[in-house]
């Protein structure tokens, strides 16, 4: 444990100090790849969600066309359980367009269209994304300027830009990318220290289908038990 917290205060420092968000406050679930392509995935990771009442604290990610095949409004079941989970208290964002390649590292009339084709797609179920994750983190100048000026905040990997120009350091994770079982334990320690000693936002990001297989599944159950349970004990999402 002790070697865990070590390599969490060394990785910490080395962003300086990650900001606390009181849009976020302690703790956020951010869900990429939002898509009908995972709803089968998506089902068992947001059952969980509701299982420890995080549901206001997770951001779901979307992916308006995935591939550039796969319209989200042709997927009735998919649309449903978004305006379902949306009701919820779930927040519905925006994961790019058709997530193909880098696709928003381009020009700004290219971001331009792809970015008015997402809003339009989301607003078939009354979504409005406050908040934009770029595929593979891959993002322009360009692009970045576009979406700020549509009021949008992206989310980058280590880093939140607000449309008022400013920029603030964030702690962003994710530990359950096909988590092989041998390093369950270790990502769960890594996890728990980081969310009790990392100062500000703890952001956990999730891919469906890569946090599906039976160690990420028993991840998610021990870790969400752990911040649900410190929140009924303070009042507050996370640990510490």
Avoid at 130 to 140: G, H, K, M, T, V
Wanted: hydrophobic share 40%; net charge negative; aromatic share 14%.
């Amino acid at each position: 444990m002790f070697a865990v917290l070590f390599l969490v205060l060394l990785s910490s420092s080395s962003l300086g100090s990650p900001a606390y968000l009181p849009a976020f406050g302690r703790f956020a679930i951010l869900i990429h790849d939002v898509s009908p392509a995972y709803l089968p995935q998506l089902e068992e990771i947001t059952a969980l969600i509701d299982e420890y009442g995080l549901q206001n604290e997770t951001y779901l990610f979307v992916i308006p066309d995935h591939g550039g095949k796969m319209p989200m409004w042709k997927y009735k079941a998919f649309m449903d359980f978004i305006e379902g989970l949306k009701r919820e208290g779930y927040h519905v964002e925006l994961h790019g367009y058709t997530h193909v390649g880098d696709e928003f590292d381009c020009n700004a009339s290219t971001a331009g269209r792809k970015l008015e084709l997402g809003l339009d797609a989301l607003a078939v179920i009354n979504a409005t994304p406050e908040y934009f994750i770029a595929p593979r983190y891959s993002l322009s100048k360009p692009a970045l300027g576009v979406l700020l000026d549509h009021n949008i905040t992206v989310i980058g990997e280590d880093f939140i830009y607000f449309p008022n120009g400013t920029a603030e350091p964030i702690y962003n994770r994710e530990y359950t990318w096909y988590l092989p079982e041998p390093l369950l334990d270790y990502q769960l320690a890594s996890a728990r220290a980081s969310s009790a000693f990392t100062r500000g936002t703890f952001f956990l990001s999730l891919h469906p289908g890569a946090a599906n297989n039976e160690a990420g599944v028993e991840f998610l159950k021990a870790f969400l038990r752990s911040v649900a349970g410190c929140e009924n004990r303070d009042g507050r999402r996370g640990l510490g």
